[in-house]
């Protein structure tokens, strides 16, 4: 899980890793991300 201060910042890494097109490649906003983290490292 990455994250980014902004959009910009997102879509450069995106360019710069080849992966503007990439389907897997998906973002969310602050609170989706929280939460989405939540259910990924849960103990």
């Known amino acids: 899980m990455n994250f980014f201060w902004t959009k910009n910042d997102l879509e ?4 710069a ?3 503007e097109n990439d ?3 998906y973002a969310y906003n ?3 991300a929280i939460e989405e983290s939540y259910y990924t490292f849960e103990v």
């Open 23 to 25: 389907p897997d490649v």
């Open 17 to 19: 890793a080849g992966k």
């Open 30 to 32: 602050l609170d989706e």
């Open 12 to 15: 450069a890494w995106l360019k």
